[in-house]
């Protein structure tokens, strides 16, 4: 006879729902199932059990048979229990995951937004200080996050420096007292040199055969050279030009071209110590960091370099002994400017254009101008003063267009910088000015000749 065994398994429908059988047990029996559930019945138990448990069991069995109504009621009864239990631990892993994700969620969201505000901080604090160099090296050792921030923003503000602006109003800090010969007057000033050193400017007072270094502020200026009337004697000058300030040997060398001639004058002992070069319709000076000298000359159409070791006659380095406009000609040639590189810039004037003499070069390239005499501009019109620059801009004094303008490399016109409001006498005009120069502090110096006076332009960092 079979016996027969009711599953007791905690686990609705599984494939073996009654732990004492084996393999060969058949569809699930767990009373949880419902009443698809059947009594199953098997020849061998695989756990032993004693007979007296299997009577039992048996008798059970029969009596369960007998009362069929009874062994409904207790089937009906377990499975909704079981049912009931089962649906409680479902409810209560539920309440659980909702628990476990919204704790997740408390504690992801604020660290996302903390992380997004870190970010924006760090984006903030590194565009702030990519616009000051000193900072740059601090926050760049922390992060290389940072430092790529900070390198695009670093680009961008040298970027600005490159377009720098001054104020359209010019400062009167020399003469402006009218055409004159008093120490409170100028009269057609054409040269500037600013020596930051001793907060001072000294300006070849032209047509009163003297220079003058007049003191950051001051109401009248002083006699530098010359101012004994005109002349060619040691303690004379004649329509000096241009000047350089060499503070090896305490000195000013002084461009005379009444006199055709580059005399050295003491300012120790007020007098003309040495004539460098004699025969020779000086124009313009400059200096290289070598002390070497340069000079134009406008009789010969060339660009002399001079040093102590060679002649009067020096060597040249720019520009034929016949005018002309071709790469390797010039046509009175006027003020120049020598950069770090050696590099020499020279006003062409009546070729409306500032040439580019590299070292050693023997033709030049043109940097601002070259598109014949007007006002556009892309036009120069009898440029005079120019200077140069860390950037490589080129600032020329465009004479006849009363205005300042500035080239920057590789640019085919340029941009005003101060004047361009006609001629006039009013701080943003000039009449027909002359040199040009910075000091330390980037602050542009212009010699308006016509008006006899020097007018600072200060940076505008607005």
Known sequence: ??????????????PCCDPCCGPSCGPCCDPCCGPRC??????????????????????TVRKSRAKPESVDSTLSQTPNRLCEHVRKRKFLMWIILVVVILILMVIIIPTVIVSKKNNDALMTSAQTTATE????????????????LISTRSSTTVKDKHIRKWKQNGLTIAGGNGCGDGSHQLWYPQGIYVDDDNQSVYVAD???????QWKYGAKTGEVAAGGNEMGDEMNQLSGPIDLVVDKKDNSLIICEHSNWRVVRWSRERQIIEQILMSSIACLGLAMDSNGDLYVTDHSSVR????????????????????????????????YIFIDQEHSLYVTDTFNN??????????EGIVVAGGQGEGTALSQLNSPRGVIVDEFDNVYVVDVFNYRTVRWSKGAREGSIVVGGNGFGNQPDQVGRAEDVSFDRQGNLYLVDSDNCRVLRFDVDYD
């Open 206 to 212: 032209t047509s009163n055969h003297r220079i003058i």
């Open 1 to 14: 006879m079979p016996v027969v065994v009711r599953s007791t398994c905690g686990s609705c429908c599984d």
């Open 353 to 362: 254009r500032v040439m580019k003499w590299m070292k050693d070069a023997t």
């Open 38 to 59: 059947v009594v199953r019945t098997t020849t061998v138990c695989c756990r032993p059990a004693p007979v007296k448990v299997i009577k039992k069991t048996t008798a």
């Open 133 to 148: 160099q000193t900072t740059i090296e601090v926050v760049a050792t922390e992060s290389p996050t940072t430092l790529k």
């Open 303 to 334: 660009v002399r370099r001079w040093n102590d070791g060679e002649t009067e006659d020096g060597t040249i380095i720019a520009g034929d002994y016949e005018p002309g406009y071709h790469a390797n000609q010039l046509s009175a040639p006027c």
